[in-house]
């Protein structure tokens, strides 16, 4: 009888949890076996039952037939141990872990006439522990390999075991109390302790940045972090962590701050000369974008520093032809290191088109490349225009000379002198513009990452910092080859050898040097410095550690400082800085050309050593304009050289100030204009000399002319008379224009008197009225007295100022219309008003139509004559009598001129 016709024995290892397998004694056939042992078997139930044993698991047959048949001998159970066993289940080898008995079935008269085979499958259970068993064995290693120390603390932080015995403290996986008091440093004690108490309350994460005492006494820091071990219940059973030794990550950070603070403080500094000066100043990259302008060139621009900066030409406003322009001069620097000069029109922000010269120059580097090309451009339009209107007043001379050449020809000869002067004025201008110096000018932390190189295997560790300095997204995995790929070309060859050096082992497998990368993510070329460390076995280097920090901000800031360095130093002005007590901190080499002074003569001195005894009242003043947050533009005065000489100089003076905004010196910019002064003395002298000289031919012309009008009053020839008559009027024009050049000669030559007496100025007005009414019929003039005002003053050149304002109320009205003259009398001063209804002034022009030979230049101006030298000799008349002169003025809607003068009291 087989099993399997035993229904109740078949049920039973049917719903049996392990494999069980019945063979008949004799023939080892199979005759009963459950789903769990087919399972195990790999085998359909057709291949195993009526089958002898060893046929469908011969490859298990040497190992096992011996132990079965001695079970049929002896009666006698086999129990093997958990056994590895190549099967082929499901058509396929397959190595598998079974725990299996083979068992007798014996009958009632005590022989075995079944054995059951009886297996259990533990391979899931086996490889479980083996992973696990692989997992220990990578934590120890992993202990092992790395540099953090990794240790364990009680639930309540007392009491602390560093498992890997490489601690700051140095106990080897003794259980140690009383570290906190030992390990952390003093001043970071109760930060240390309060994040301890959150973590523990909170059940959560501890990770911390703080200061330790390591265990050779010395100071450092270390970046901690650990994590709670919980129970089932939820609670704290124990702590496990890992603490970094960031103290070298520290000292670099704290390196870059100070070095960025003294970058800060060099660019504030150069910030104060540079924004001294109305000069345009900029800076561009070999790839044409502007890496620095001073706020003259933004305010030109009508730009801020962030909409401009890193920004081409044409972002900037600047038309194609222009951009075009530049470029190329740009690429003319970097290939001959040469200067480049020119002159261009530009559109202004607020003032229209103007024009400019400009030099280009090279920056290099220190290997004597160009690295960079800065600029300096000035604002040349009312030199161009002076050079227009000189032009214009030669011709309009020239034809008066033409008018009058036929009565007197010594008047026209003194008139081609006249033109000549002009022409020298002109020159002397164009050779004190192409004189004038220009100032040169020059133009933050990241994490720290970490590497692991094993030059073995060829695999490449980055941390998440390391990847965020390179640009490597976390989805990617670097290579050496990727890692060398982005290497900057230039430097690869570099960083290549460097490796190679490190990794001899005849070195002492040091890596440190900065280089250029080319980012993963956007191809941005960033300066970084990287240091590391080659371990070596047996002479092998077997593993290369190291760090790598983004530096780039860093080298832009070296980079600016070398430019505004080199600019200062090339720059034709004197630029000193001193303290607040008049202490020289800095000499540029263009100070030691001016004064004689080498720099270490003059650094540490006082300023004092070059001003002379009779300007020392001056010190005193600027510091007090200067520390009340006020600039000294173009102020004139006179210092003293080594040689003694005494030179005219032009200062502008800023403030510098320190990171909070405290002024803690000054900068002084110093332009020598002796030359300038000397050749201003010398055209004042000649004006003077042939104004003076022109009056007397023009005096006896103009009595020719009288006693010719008087014997042609009763003649019948009217072309006669009234050819006489213009001539007359030219001549009184003449003489007024001569009179007004030589009052300026004198005025700037200190030579002009003013001879003050008291008078009536109301009836001085009506006077002038009077003499103005008659030669000009066109406009009506208007003025009521209100009673008498007297003032003290120079009666004959007070009647001058008022003479001009209604002369050029007249010739800026139109005809028909009413000039208002009014005079009245507050606050101890008269003031005096000449309004008319005529074009009008610009804003743009109304600032500056008191300048000395300035004119509005408009279609409506062109045919009036004039020399701009009226409202200059008016204003400088008044103010030498302590008052004032302005004007108000709108296109379209007529004028009003002003002047106060003090009333004078009884």
């Not at 015995?165 to 570290?179: A, D, M, V, Y």
Request: charged share 30%.
């Amino acid at each position: 009888m087989k099993f399997q016709d035993n229904e109740q024995l078949n049920t039973l290892v049917q719903n049996a949890p392990i494999g069980i397998c019945i063979l008949d004694a004799t023939t080892f056939k199979t005759e009963l076996l459950n789903d769990k042992f087919i399972e195990i078997a790999g085998k359909s139930r057709e291949e195993i039952v009526d089958r002898w044993y060893w046929e469908p698991f011969a490859e298990a047959r040497s190992y096992f037939e011996a132990d079965m048949s001695n079970v049929v001998k002896t009666g006698q159970a086999y129990f093997a141990n958990e056994v590895d066993l190549m099967l082929i289940r499901h058509g396929r080898e397959e190595k598998i872990f079974v725990t299996f008995v083979y068992a007798p079935i014996i009958d009632e008269l005590g022989k075995v006439t079944k054995l059951a085979v009886w297996v259990m499958e533990n391979t899931k259970q086996v490889n479980e522990r083996r992973a696990v068993a692989a997992d220990e064995q990578r934590l120890r290693a992993l202990v092992t390999a790395t540099s953090d120390v990794i240790y364990s603390l009680s639930a309540d932080w007392e009491v602390m075991r560093e498992l890997d015995g490489r601690g700051f403290l140095k106990n080897t996986h003794e259980p140690i109390t009383g570290w906190r008091e030992r390990n952390v440093h003093p001043d970071d004690i109760e930060r240390v302790n309060a994040a301890i108490l959150e973590a523990i309350q909170g059940k959560k994460i501890f990770q911390l940045e703080h200061q330790v005492i390591r265990a050779d006494g010395s100071p450092g820091w270390t970046f901690s972090r650990a994590v709670p071990i919980l129970n089932e219940q939820g609670e704290i059973m124990e702590w496990f962590g890992t603490a970094s030794d960031i103290t070298i990550r520290k000292e670099i950070e704290n390196a870059l701050r100070v070095t960025r603070e003294q970058a800060e403080q060099q660019r504030r500094i150069y910030e104060a000369i540079t924004s001294g000066t109305p000069d345009l100043m900029y800076v561009w990259d070999l790839d044409y974008r502007f890496t620095y302008v001073n706020s003259a060139l933004l305010a030109m621009w009508g730009k801020t520093w962030d909409t401009a900066i890193g920004k081409g030409l044409r972002e900037n406003g600047y038309e194609e032809w222009h951009a075009q322009m530049h470029e190329r001069e740009i690429d003319q620097v970097r290939a001959t290191k040469k200067p480049v000069r020119g002159e261009v029109a530009f559109p202004h922000a607020t003032l229209g088109r103007r024009i400019y010269d400009y030099i280009l120059i090279p920056v290099l580097n220190e290997e004597g490349e160009v690295e960079a090309v800065a600029g300096t451009t000035r604002d040349v339009t009312e030199r161009k225009q002076w050079e227009e209107r000189q032009a214009a007043y030669a011709d309009e001379l020239q034809s008066i000379n033409e008018e009058i050449a036929a009565s007197n020809e010594e008047l026209a000869t003194t008139n081609d002198e006249l033109i000549e002067l002009q022409r020298r004025n002109e020159a002397i201008n164009q050779e004190l513009e192409n004189s004038a110096s220009r100032l040169r000018m020059a133009i933050t932390s990241t994490h720290l990452g970490t590497w692991e190189y094993n030059p073995q295997s060829g695999e490449l560790y980055w941390s998440k910092e390391c990847r965020e300095v390179y640009g490597l997204a976390k989805d990617e995995y670097p290579t050496y080859d990727t890692f060398s790929e982005h290497i900057y070309p230039d430097d690869r060859t570099r960083v290549n050898e460097a490796i190679a050096r490190a990794l001899d082992p005849a070195g002492d497998g040091e890596y440190n040097l900065s280089y250029r990368i080319i980012r993963f993510d956007n191809a941005e070329v960033r300066w970084i410095k990287a240091h590391g460390n080659v371990f070596f076995d047996n002479g092998q280097a077997i593993r290369f550690i190291g760090t790598v920090l983004d530096i780039h901000e860093l080298k832009a800031a070296e980079e600016r400082t070398a430019k505004l360095a080199a600019i200062v130093a090339s720059t034709d002005d004197a630029i000193i800085s001193k303290t607040l007590e008049s202490v020289i901190t800095s000499w540029n080499a263009a100070a030691e050309r001016i004064f004689g002074y080498r720099e270490e003569e003059m650094i540490g001195e006082s300023i004092y050593k070059l001003i002379p005894e009779e300007h020392h009242h001056e010190e005193p003043w600027i510091l007090q304009q200067l520390t009340s947050g006020q600039r000294i533009q173009h102020f004139e005065t006179k210092r003293r050289t080594k040689d003694g000489r005494l030179i005219d100089v032009s200062l502008t003076i800023s403030p510098v100030r320190d990171p909070q905004g405290n002024i803690i010196g000054l900068s002084k910019i110093a332009r020598d204009i002796t030359e300038k002064k000397l050749d201003e003395t010398r055209k004042n002298d000649f004006i003077g000399m042939v104004s003076h000289e022109l009056k007397t031919p023009l005096t006896s012309l103009g009595a020719i002319i009288q006693a010719a009008n008087t014997k042609l009053k009763n003649s019948e020839d009217n072309f006669l008379a009234s050819a006489m008559n213009k001539a007359n009027q030219q001549v009184k024009r003449m003489t007024t224009m001569i009179n007004g050049f030589l009052n300026i000669s004198r005025l700037e030559s200190g030579k002009i008197h003013i001879d003050k007496q008291v008078f009536d100025i109301e009836t001085l007005i009506a006077e002038v009225i009077d003499e103005a009414s008659l030669t000009a019929t066109t406009q009506q003039i208007r003025f009521e007295k209100r009673g008498g005002t007297e003032v003290k003053a120079d009666r004959d050149k007070i009647g001058s100022v008022i003479s001009n304002l209604i002369s050029n109320a007249q010739k800026y009205s139109f005809k028909g219309t009413i000039v208002e003259v009014a005079c009245t009398a507050s606050n101890k001063q008269v003031i005096i008003s000449v309004k008319d209804s005529g074009m009008g002034i610009k804003q743009e022009d109304l600032s500056k139509i008191f300048d000395r030979y300035y004119r509005v230049e408009a279609d409506q101006t062109r045919h009036i004559a004039g020399f701009g030298i009226g409202l200059y000799l008016s204003s400088e008349i008044i103010s030498r009598h302590n008052g004032k002169v302005w004007a108000e003025s709108e296109p379209g809607k007529g004028s009003i001129f002003y002047f106060s003068l003090p009333l004078e009291t009884k």
